[in-house]
């Protein structure tokens, strides 16, 4: 059963399971082209309750979905990170995706960060994957900042299956690793 009172903490972040409260900053967030621009373009009102269901409802059912990630400094919503896995996805994946103004600051890696050592401790994945486009180089950037490396070329379920998607990853043994070694 979902806790909904799951929160994660890091230096300027709280993850926590999506509230109701989050959706403006969701939508508003969908209507940006340049944010969706790997991501199947703008969305609409519809299509981004939809999704945000989606995620409400992968934490009902799975007890897992991406976070919503609250900037401490002023309290606002500024992004979705964290564990997912659709129907049909090829692997247990770790996505980022932050709103515009919250670019270039790190968030996307200190958030990422802190999903990762959830998922392993709590989820008992062992392999964490990143399904990215080939020309999504901000995203390709945070994996490698994550210590994750190119596994090849993957394939999303329909109605996804014709996106062009490379698939990043690695080990939970290569993340403890590298926790160990405090190079994430
Ligand atoms: C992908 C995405 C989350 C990356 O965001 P990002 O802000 O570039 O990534 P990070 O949070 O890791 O931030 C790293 C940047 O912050 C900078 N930075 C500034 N202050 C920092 C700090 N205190 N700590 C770390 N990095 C900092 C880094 O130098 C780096 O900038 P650079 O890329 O110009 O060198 C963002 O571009 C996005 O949401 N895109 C749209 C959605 C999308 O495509 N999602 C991925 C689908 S696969």
């Known amino acids: 059963m979902i806790d909904t009172g799951l929160t994660l903490e890091t230096g ?6 999506p509230q109701r409260a989050d959706f403006e900053g969701w939508a508003r967030l969908g209507r940006d082209a340049e944010a969706m621009r790997h991501l199947g373009g703008t969305k609409s009102a519809f299509e981004a309750w939809r999704h945000f269901l989606a995620n409400v409802g992968s934490w009902r059912i799975l007890g897992f979905g991406p976070f919503s990630v609250i900037r401490k400094a002023d309290g606002q919503w500024i992004g979705r990170i964290g564990p997912l896995h659709p129907e049909g996805w090829p692997g247990d994946e770790i996505g980022w995706t932050l709103a515009r103004e919250a670019w270039g600051c790190g968030y996307a890696t200190e958030a990422a960060t802190a999903a990762i050592d959830w998922a392993f401790a709590s989820l008992g994945w ?8 080939p020309d999504n180089t901000a995203s390709q950037a945070v994996a490698k900042r994550l210590g994750s490396t190119l596994q090849g070329v993957g394939r999303l379920p329909v109605p996804h299956d014709q996106d062009p998607i490379e698939i990043w990853g690695q080990t939970r043994e290569e993340w403890f690793a590298r926790r160990a070694a405090r190079t994430v």
């Open 12 to 17: 300027r972040l709280i993850l926590r399971v």
């Open 126 to 133: 062992t392999s964490i994957i990143h399904c990215i486009a």
